[in-house]
Every structure is written in C-alpha cells, then in structure tokens.
C-alpha cells in the first residue's frame, strides 16, 4: 500500500529552502507548507501562492526561554497554527524570508487563515494513515547524524535505538505519504534542508520505528521516531 502526495502534482514552496535555512525556523517552513498543501489540494489547479514562515518567526511570541542565540525556536509549529488563527499569514511575497528573526512588520494585506489544527495519537498508526491519505500533515523527529546524512535508505533512528540517547534536537518535517520497500513500512516526509537532503529534500522514516530519548532531566522516554502529528484546518 502506498500513498504520495507529492506524486499527484501538489506544488509546494522551495524557496526558502534553496536559499538555506541556518536557523532554527523548520517549524514555521513546516506550519506554512502544510497550508499551502490544504489549500492546493482544495482547488490542485490553481496553487495557493508560498506562505511567509518569517512572519512567523518574527511576530510570533513563543516562550522566550526556548529561542536559539538568533531569536528562533526549536520546535512550534502547533503554536504557529494558533498563531495564524488568530492573525492569519501572509504571503512571501509580502514578507520575504529573512533567515533570522527580526521586528514584527504589520500586515499591508488580509492574511490567508485558517479555522484550527488537530492533533493526532503518537500510537494511533490507523488515524495517522487515514490523514496522510487526504493531505501531508506536521510533525516531529528527533535528529540523530544518522538523520543528518539520510539519502535514499530507510531512517530508523541511531544505531542501537533502544539504548538512551541525548538527540541533536527536535525537527520539524512534513509527511507526505508512506510506503514500502523490502518489507518495510516507511513515512515519506519533506525536509526543509534544500535538495541536497535525502533524496531532493526528501526521506524516507521506518513507520515501526521508536527511540529512547535521554532527557535534560536524566530521564528516559521512547517515542516513535515520527511524533508530535498535527495539521491544520481550514
């Protein structure tokens, strides 16, 4: 069985990717490319115009505690979604992408919105299947080097995943389908590294897969190695 949106000519924004992000802003590329793909899939001939993450990370007030040295987050994208309730988004065209925060610009136009998000069971592999056939949705994993040098095989997190391990962070990517290959169940997802990643921005993640993750409060946690699911409403 497999299933990829990015096979039935959904068209998403690479922009900002090609330019390189050295930031901590996956979850604002996240959190917008995952409306464009709501609302490309709602009329597919007529694609919505890119999405602007650097409003986001400009204007979106998180929890300061958690910013890198240049003002970003590690991981917020259920927080963006919030945020574009409230405000909408604008487009890149009207806030061009920056690499960095900046201040917070009014809006010159109406934002594209959206009417919530939605949350899905880290364990619920039915419904998660289910969402990723209708649409490509949010997500987490955590980055082990295994993951930073992904090309064409199947990522199933650090060697010896069930020995705890302290992640490089926390990323944001974008599910965009799953497959099979040698008997393996895996998630297509869509990176914001540029197409030097993976195979041209994208990678393939073990479905099955789970990892012990030690935390900063010395204790251990598994989690599948694609969590933290959600997508947008409109």
């Given at each position: 069985m497999k299933f990829r949106h990015d096979r039935i000519g959904v068209i998403y924004s690479v922009q900002l990717e090609i330019k390189g992000v050295v930031v901590n802003c996956c979850w604002a590329i996240t959190a917008t490319v995952a409306i464009e793909a709501l609302y490309t899939l709602r009329d597919i001939d007529n694609a919505i115009t890119p999405l602007a993450p650097q409003e986001l990370i400009d204007c979106c007030v998180l929890n300061p505690k958690n910013r890198d040295k240049k003002g970003c987050y590690n991981y917020a994208t259920n927080k963006a979604f919030k945020w574009i309730m409230k405000n909408g988004i604008s487009t890149e065209e009207d806030y061009p992408f920056q690499g960095q925060k900046g201040d917070c610009k009014p809006k010159t136009k109406p934002g594209?919105?959206?009417?919530?998000?939605?949350?899905?069971?880290?364990?619920?592999?039915?419904?998660?299947?289910?969402?990723?056939?209708?649409?490509?949705?949010?997500?987490?994993?955590?980055?082990?080097?295994?993951?930073?040098?992904?090309?064409?095989?199947?990522?199933?997190?650090?060697?010896?995943?069930?020995?705890?391990?302290?992640?490089?962070?926390?990323?944001?990517?974008?599910?965009?389908?799953?497959?099979?290959?040698?008997?393996?169940?895996?998630?297509?997802?869509?990176?914001?590294?540029?197409?030097?990643?993976?195979?041209?921005?994208?990678?393939?993640?073990?479905?099955?897969?789970?990892?012990?993750?030690?935390?900063?409060?010395?204790?251990?946690?598994?989690?599948?190695?694609?969590?933290?699911?959600?997508?947008?409403?409109?």
């Amino acid at each position: 069985m497999k299933f990829r949106h990015d096979r039935i000519g959904v068209i998403y924004s690479v922009q900002l990717e090609i330019k390189g992000v050295v930031v901590n802003c996956c979850w604002a590329i996240t959190a917008t490319v995952a409306i464009e793909a709501l609302y490309t899939l709602r009329d597919i001939d007529n694609a919505i115009t890119p999405l602007a993450p650097q409003e986001l990370i400009d204007c979106c007030v998180l929890n300061p505690k958690n910013r890198d040295k240049k003002g970003c987050y590690n991981y917020a994208t259920n927080k963006a979604f919030k945020w574009i309730m409230k405000n909408g988004i604008s487009t890149e065209e009207d806030y061009p992408f920056q690499g960095q925060k900046g201040d917070c610009k009014p809006k010159t136009k109406p934002g594209v919105s959206i009417t919530g998000f939605e949350k899905i069971d880290d364990n619920d592999q039915i419904a998660f299947l289910k969402k990723v056939s209708e649409h490509p949705v949010a997500a987490a994993v955590h980055i082990f080097d295994e993951f930073l040098k992904l090309k064409g095989e199947i990522y199933k997190g650090p060697q010896d995943p069930l020995i705890a391990k302290i992640p490089k962070g926390v990323h944001a990517i974008l599910v965009v389908g799953y497959d099979t290959e040698n008997g393996e169940d895996y998630w297509m997802i869509r990176n914001s590294w540029g197409e030097n990643w993976g195979v041209n921005g994208y990678g393939k993640i073990l479905r099955s897969g789970r990892v012990s993750i030690l935390t900063e409060k010395n204790e251990v946690k598994e989690f599948p190695l694609v969590h933290r699911v959600s997508y947008p409403t409109i």
